[in-house]
């Protein structure tokens, strides 16, 4: 892979450019997910707020507003499905800690572990018949195509990686359609919708739609590559936690195809589940920094970054261009 696919700025990027652009419509769809996951049962408004709360970093709604104010869109139709694609969200994260049975979420206790798996479930059911709710009410039969069709997708990508746990077989090819599915289909129809309700041409759709997918792979490689070199204080979860899922991210499919005899044996042991103590958790991250597995997959995060830039390049230069290029950048070279 080239040496100069997205050079590095001076100064580490950040967020700033994209809370800042974003920080006017957020505010009208913070109110819009605090209506909608009110209830009469006080179970669901609870165990929902203790996620929707917890600090994440709101990326996918904003990718929608950021979409919006590129193409110069001034309604206000996006604030209500902005909150719809974070309810789809929180909805799979709800989910995704039952099936995973995790026991940390933004570092702070996973609502699994708080409310128990049926409550979690059930209030994952919740949100996102609130987000489809919220469709409806727009009115677009397109935007209810691409948001209903992305959730189906995410709901593959998940039993694909199910499939794929504790399968040393897995390709990269597979974990690259994997985490297009469970991770970059959200992304894209969140920055597609912005096209859509600006009735923008098919082109600056296209182009909407390529930036949120290709953000997502690389946010996702990022992820599973912070998985393996960061703490859990850091990270906001238990460092190690897809190792001990068995879980063939692409540092361990890259350090398991460089390995030596004696290394695949370790690693099939692992993945099956046989290895999982922290010193054997400790001896993985050894053999994937010996292979530069997670340097070659950051390398190829920002691959699938420089693209995202490059998809929206067809939009007039503007401080949304700039801030959605440097939210790209983020997205590689963030620690946690």
């Known amino acids: 892979m080239s040496a100069d696919i997205l050079p590095m700025p001076r100064k580490a990027p950040t967020l700033d450019p994209m809370l800042s652009l974003t920080a006017g419509g957020m505010n009208s769809v913070n109110a819009v997910i605090l209506d909608r996951m009110q209830s009469e049962i006080p179970l669901i408004p609870r165990l929902a707020g203790h996620l929707i709360s917890g600090g994440g970093k709101r990326l996918r709604p904003m990718l929608t507003?950021?979409?919006?104010?590129?193409?110069?869109?001034?309604?206000?139709?996006?604030?209500?499905?902005?909150?719809?694609?974070?309810?789809?969200?929180?909805?799979?994260?709800?989910?995704?800690?039952?099936?995973?049975?995790?026991?940390?979420?933004?570092?702070?206790?996973?609502?699994?572990?708080?409310?128990?798996?049926?409550?979690t479930v059930l209030v994952g059911d919740f949100l996102f018949s609130r987000a489809f709710e919220l469709m409806t009410e727009d009115g677009s039969l397109r935007v209810l195509s691409i948001l209903s069709r992305a959730s189906a997708v995410i709901a593959e990508g998940e039993v694909s990686?199910?499939?794929?746990?504790?399968?040393?077989?897995?390709?990269?090819?597979?974990?690259?359609?994997?985490?297009?599915?469970?991770?970059?289909?959200?992304?894209?129809?969140?920055?597609?919708?912005?096209?859509?309700?600006?009735?923008?041409?098919?082109?600056?759709?296209?182009?909407?739609?390529?930036?949120?997918?290709?953000?997502?792979?690389?946010?996702?490689?990022?992820?599973?590559?912070?998985?393996?070199?960061?703490?859990?204080?850091?990270?906001?979860?238990?460092?190690?936690?897809?190792?001990?899922?068995?879980?063939?991210?692409?540092?361990?499919?890259?350090?398991?195809?460089?390995?030596?005899?004696?290394?695949?044996?370790?690693?099939?042991?692992?993945?099956?589940?046989?290895r999982t103590s922290d010193d054997d958790l400790a001896h993985a991250i050894r053999l994937i920094g010996k292979h530069n597995a997670l340097a070659d997959t950051r390398e190829r995060a920002r691959l699938f970054a420089q693209r995202a830039i490059d998809a929206i390049a067809i939009f007039p230069d503007s401080k949304a261009r700039a801030a959605m290029a440097e939210a790209a950048q983020f997205a590689v070279a963030r620690g946690h």
């Not at 499905?81 to 929180?90: D, P, S």
Request: one cysteine or more; a negative charge; hydrophobic letters at 45%.
């Open 161 to 274: 990686q199910l499939s794929a746990q504790r399968q040393i077989a897995t390709s990269e090819e597979q974990y690259l359609h994997i985490i297009g599915a469970k991770t970059a289909a959200l992304f894209a129809a969140a920055s597609q919708i912005a096209a859509v309700v600006a009735e923008c041409s098919d082109e600056q759709e296209r182009a909407l739609e390529a930036y949120g997918r290709n953000l997502g792979v690389a946010f996702q490689l990022v992820d599973d590559a912070i998985d393996y070199d960061s703490d859990a204080a850091e990270m906001g979860k238990d460092q190690g936690d897809d190792f001990r899922e068995g879980k063939m991210t692409l540092p361990v499919i890259l350090a398991y195809a460089r390995g030596n005899e004696e290394e695949r044996k370790f690693w099939k042991d692992a993945i099956i589940g046989h």
């Open 65 to 119: 507003l950021a979409g919006a104010e590129l193409v110069g869109y001034k309604g206000t139709r996006h604030h209500k499905l902005a909150a719809a694609v974070e309810f789809i969200h929180t909805a799979t994260l709800l989910h995704d800690d039952v099936v995973d049975g995790s026991e940390l979420r933004r570092g702070k206790a996973a609502a699994n572990i708080i409310f128990g798996n049926p409550a």
